[in-house]
């Protein structure tokens, strides 16, 4: 069996999206199916849909389409590609809702009759649709994307959260909960911390417990949330460093700085950049404490990382992963508040037995619930029950 995935773009800086994608490949092709990934140019890449780039690790072939617009992401040569190319498919796995992408690639299997899945990344949770453009959401849900969702042969959600919050909009389609898989290896062989305190830290300042948070800058992150949590237990631990390590809107970037600077945060803060290959994996080896306090998530790749990595893991409870690896004592669950966040931090960094108990379970959770070959195998099934069923 042959199965296109459709995604808006494979840059590292999209998030969780583009890093599970490889993951979701190789434990596919594991389980017996093969692959193809369509997605809208990056910048620095070449667009020639007539040339797939093979990605030998992962054992899936991708197909890159320039963008037409730069505003939403429209390619038109994308769209016309699937028209001409969706039949060869016994199935399109499509990722995300709301982008132009998503929508071609739906009503290209659609008019087809090829069957399609929809993993709509979290987009159609409470707080994506009534927090970003509302009423273009609203709009867009009712008259486009909601009839294509609907024809689906399923909704793939990662978690029981996110699968509950979009069940309020009465989506037809039968739900699957899928949670997403790391290939855990190159977690559980982290590089020297060293590696990272060196080129980040000046010397004063190695030997301190650092907190990590690693992964998009947004919004919806709750870094303003950890910022203040920080600045209150700066005085109990004036060596501690907090290291924001990822990328995101200039302007809001900007903002994140400003305020660490009016809290008086000075060079408590690192501001690494976006970390990708061995110096994430080096900040990984390097932190202490890993703690992501989104508002929303539906599920949370970058806690999922930390967890096999072993680290000692706060999350909020609105990051779906986080909810339920609680329940089994993998992570510390917090509410979306300075004063809860703080309080865990401080209970966390307190006993280096404590770190180490919860980071084993972390990193045992992670082995045994989200393994790339499971996740294959499970998705395997699903696709061969709905090609089943259609022939």
């Known amino acids: 069996m042959r199965v296109l995935h459709i995604i808006p773009s494979m840059a590292p800086s999209y998030g969780g999206p583009a890093t599970a994608l490889p993951g979701i490949a190789k434990g596919l092709l594991d389980a017996g199916v ?4 369509a997605t809208i140019i990056n910048p620095g890449e070449q667009a020639d849909p007539a040339q797939a780039v093979s990605d030998e690790a992962h054992g899936f072939r991708r197909f890159v389409f ?5 505003p939403y992401r429209i390619s038109l040569p994308l769209g016309r590609w699937l ?3 969706v039949r060869e498919y016994a199935l399109v796995h499509v990722h995300a809702v709301f982008t132009y992408s998503s929508r071609a690639g739906c009503r290209s299997a659609f008019s087809n009759a090829v069957p399609y899945i929809v993993r709509p990344l979290g987009i159609l949770n409470r707080w994506g649709m009534e927090q970003r453009r509302p009423l273009a959401k609203k709009f867009f849900f009712k008259f486009i994307e909601k009839p294509l969702l609907d024809a689906a042969a399923g909704m793939h959600y990662t978690s029981e959260t996110e699968a509950e919050e979009a069940a309020r909009l009465s989506i037809r389609a039968p739900a699957r909960i ?7 290896g190159p977690f559980e062989r982290l590089p ?3 590696i990272f305190v060196s080129r980040f830290f000046p010397d004063s300042h190695a030997g301190g417990p650092v907190i990590l948070f690693l992964s ?6 709750g870094i303003d949330l950890l910022l203040d949590a920080f600045q209150s237990m700066l005085s109990s631990h004036p060596r501690a460093r907090l290291v924001i390590a990822g990328d995101g809107d200039a302007a809001f970037v ?5 305020r660490a600077a009016q809290l008086g945060l000075g060079g408590s803060v690192v501001w690494p950049g976006f970390l990708a290959g061995e110096m994430k994996l080096a ?5 202490d404490v890993f703690c992501l306090p989104s508002h929303s998530e539906n599920f949370g790749m970058a806690l999922l990382e930390a967890m096999a990595a072993g680290k000692a893991c706060v999350s909020s409870d609105q990051v779906a992963l986080g909810v339920e690896a609680a329940r089994s004592s993998a992570v510390k669950l917090v509410t979306r508040d300075a004063a809860s966040i703080a309080k865990a931090l401080e209970d966390v960094m307190a006993s280096a037995d404590r770190r180490s108990q919860l980071g084993a379970t972390a990193r045992t959770y992670a082995r045994e619930h989200h393994g790339i070959a499971a996740v294959g195998t499970r998705l395997a099934a699903w696709y061969e029950e709905i090609v089943g069923a259609k022939r």
């Not at 320039?66 to 730069?70: D, E, L, N, P, V």
């Not at 998009?216 to 992150?221: A, G, I, S, Y």
């Open 34 to 37: 093969s692959v193809d990934v």
């Open 66 to 70: 320039a963008r037409t617009t730069r």
């Open 83 to 85: 028209d001409e190319r």
């Open 178 to 184: 899928v949670p997403l898989g790391i290939d855990l």
């Open 192 to 194: 020297g911390r060293e």
């Open 216 to 221: 998009r800058l947004d919004p919806k992150k």
């Open 254 to 258: 900007r903002s994140l700085k400003e």
């Open 283 to 287: 900040a990984l080896a390097a932190a």
